[in-house]
């Protein structure tokens, strides 16, 4: 089967509209479809308007914290009711908090004698959730920096020189979120947390609290990664989920939505769903 449970638009940080990034998935012949934005929701309606082929999810990814590092939590299937509400109560204030990290990562800036238009960058973040990349682009147009890897290594990495730390959702109310408003969730690209132990171990503390899924088909993996976390899933009776990560021409490397689900993970990760 093909699916995509993982993809981005203008809502989070893609540079797609939502109808762009739906209309490229059915183009691909994707089946099972959920756009997950950072931090978002607002796509879903747009998306399934278009993508009138498929299965459509409403979904996002979750940036939680756990164990002091960043977890992204996939969302899939977000209900209409009360735990929708509360989600999208949650997710408005995580919006605030993002918009208040750009500040203070503009001023640091300042202080690091590299000046930028932050009401210019802050109103440019309408509609879509602010992140580093916002000011990633901001350093590449006043000529700081030549590329957005570049802003990052120099300035934006992880607890570099401009970097200000984001107050996550911890896993626990991630998870919590989730259940209530009906949904499934996976983790994300497993391999960003950079130690297979970590994954297994958090697997074993939240698979009963509905960390069910591993995100084991990946856009960039190979055979070798791939094969490391459906040891893991097999190991801890996950269900195999899959997406590209695709940003359009923010993460060119990605270039169309969709991947291959072998059969026997396709049905398991439908049924799943349709719990």
Not at 54 to 70: H, M, N, P, Q
Not at 137 to 147: D, F, I, N, P
């Amino acid at each position: 089967m093909r699916v995509d449970l993982h993809c981005h638009s203008t809502c989070s940080d893609g540079s797609l509209t939502p109808e762009e990034v739906a209309s490229r998935a059915g183009a691909e012949g994707v089946e099972l479809f959920c756009l997950t934005d950072h931090d978002s929701v607002a796509g879903y309606e747009a998306t399934a308007r278009t993508l009138t082929g498929a299965r459509v999810l409403r979904g996002v990814e979750l940036s939680c914290r756990y164990a002091g590092k960043t977890v992204h939590l996939l969302i899939y299937g977000v209900r209409e009711g009360t735990g929708l509400a509360a989600l999208q109560g949650r997710l408005e204030s995580v919006l605030e908090d993002r918009r208040t990290r750009l500040k203070a990562i503009i001023a640091r800036l300042r202080r690091l004698g590299v000046k930028l238009d932050g009401e210019k960058i802050l109103i440019a973040t309408h509609g879509h959730t602010p992140g580093r990349p916002d000011i990633a682009r901001a350093l590449v147009e006043a000529g700081v920096v030549r590329s957005q890897r570049e802003a990052f290594e120099r300035y934006l990495h992880d607890g570099g020189p401009a970097d200000v730390a984001l107050e996550r959702v911890s896993l626990d109310e991630g998870l919590r979120l989730g259940r209530n408003s009906g949904a499934r969730m996976s983790l994300a690209h497993p391999h960003t947390l950079r130690s297979p132990q970590l994954v297994d171990e958090m697997f074993a503390q939240y698979r009963s609290a509905g960390l069910e899924g591993i995100e084991a088909f990946y856009g960039r993996y190979g055979a070798q990664e791939r094969n490391l976390w459906l040891n893991v899933a097999k190991r801890r009776d996950l269900v195999v989920t899959g997406g590209s990560d695709f940003h359009g021409a923010a993460v060119p490397e990605i270039r169309q939505p969709g991947i291959e689900l072998p059969e026997r993970h396709a049905e398991r990760l439908s049924a799943w769903l349709a719990e």
